[in-house]
């Protein structure tokens, strides 16, 4: 276990016991050094000290990676927490600013906007105790280093990082707005699929129940049959608008078998609900990208996804950001073609566009910008 602690403090102790066991002389010495000091440049009174610490923390090794536990973290920073068992998802409250995780998930949600660190991310030690790796520290409380040792590390805030998180655009109230203020806010998205027009099939669209999986579709599909186009799994996906992608699945693993999906599913039964983690998995491989205004796509069930394509990317709608497929269900752990479509899910500020209408009122946002 290391400590994370305060240095000033240990600095400060140190040079008072040196000038108390000092003689005069030296003590006058000193003194006269002090006045050079200053006559050379006040380098001390012009604020070149080191900064005192913010906070200090316990952290732990789990899995050769230092971590620092989420309670730990939360007393020492004054924040409040909220950890569900059942979906593995994580809520902080720190300075006024909110953070949201899930387990599983390599995307940071800060105050309803998602970030490119693929490195912050839930992690569990033995007894399923949450920890935050260092990262989220420096890239989500931007805080800084101060310095760093085999015995020794401290943290300080870059108060110019933290005072623009504070000082974004506060998100919109999307349950405050009429089907035709959503539509003029969506419009700006071009087409995911080349030529296709976007299914008002039932099934298709958000809040139709998924019985398999024990829950409710959260996007929109785009099959073949009900968009107009073939679709193949040489069907390009179009990033849709200039945005940034802040997920992408290169190195995704499908479910090992048919039985261990089944499994999974059978944790949904018991439930009667999917848990977020679960629903992560079961979308597939993905490639999330965050556009301007706090809107977020997550592209779902992707067959490949191009290499170049990079987290922190800024991407367009001409970029291709993958191919159609049917990753995560169980079509693709049957290892056949069936099912193959796109799925997307589209959020503003962390909440799905569509929760604040009726299904009809839904198809009428849709139609009016991909119909």
């Known amino acids: 276990m290391k400590k994370l602690i305060v240095l000033l403090l240990i600095t400060t102790l140190l040079v008072a016991c040196t000038q108390e066991g000092e003689p005069e002389d030296s003590q006058e010495n000193a003194n006269n050094d002090g006045e050079t000091e200053r006559e050379n440049g006040d380098q001390t009174e012009e604020g070149n000290e080191e900064p005192e610490a913010d906070f200090y923390l316990d952290t732990v090794t789990i899995d050769d990676q230092e971590v620092i536990e989420v309670e730990h973290l939360i007393d020492q920073v004054d924040g409040e927490y909220e950890y569900d068992e059942t979906h593995r998802t994580l809520s902080m409250n720190i300075h006024e600013q909110e953070y949201y995780l899930i387990y599983g998930v390599p995307v940071l949600e800060r105050n309803g906007l998602y970030l490119a660190n693929e490195e912050i991310t839930i992690i569990l030690d033995d007894d399923e105790i949450p920890h935050l790796p260092l990262s989220f520290l420096t890239e989500g409380l931007e805080a800084d280093v101060m310095e760093s040792d085999e015995e020794q590390l401290a943290f300080v805030y870059n108060d110019e990082a933290v005072e ?8 919109v109230d999307i349950h405050s707005m009429e089907v035709e203020e959503m539509i003029e806010y969506l419009s700006f998205l071009d087409y995911p699929i080349e030529d296709a027009t976007v299914s008002t099939v039932e099934s298709h669209l958000p809040g139709a129940p998924r019985d398999y999986r024990n829950g409710y579709h959260e996007g929109i599909d785009w099959y073949d049959y009900a968009s107009g186009v073939e679709i193949t799994t040489d069907t390009p996906i179009y990033g849709m608008a200039e945005g940034t992608v802040v997920r992408v699945d290169h190195g995704y693993e499908e479910f090992s078998s048919p039985e261990a999906r089944d499994e999974q599913l059978a944790h949904t039964a018991e439930l009667g609900f999917t848990p977020e983690y679960l629903l992560d998995r079961l979308r597939g491989q993905q490639v999330w990208v965050q556009y301007d205004n706090g809107v977020m796509n997550r592209f779902a ?41 796109l799925h997307h899910d ?26």
Do not use: M, R
Request: negative net charge; without cysteine.
């Open 346 to 371: 589209l959020l503003i500020y962390g909440e799905y566009f569509w929760e604040p209408f009726s299904l009809p009122e839904v198809k009428d946002v849709l139609l009016e910008i991909w119909g």
């Open 301 to 341: 069930h992707l067959d490949d996804i191009p290499e170049g394509l990079k987290l922190g990317d800024q991407i367009d709608s001409e970029t291709v950001i993958g191919y159609v497929g049917n990753s995560g269900t169980s079509g693709a752990v049957n290892q056949d073609d069936s099912g193959l479509h």
């Open 164 to 171: 623009a998180i504070a000082t974004n655009e506060d998100p």
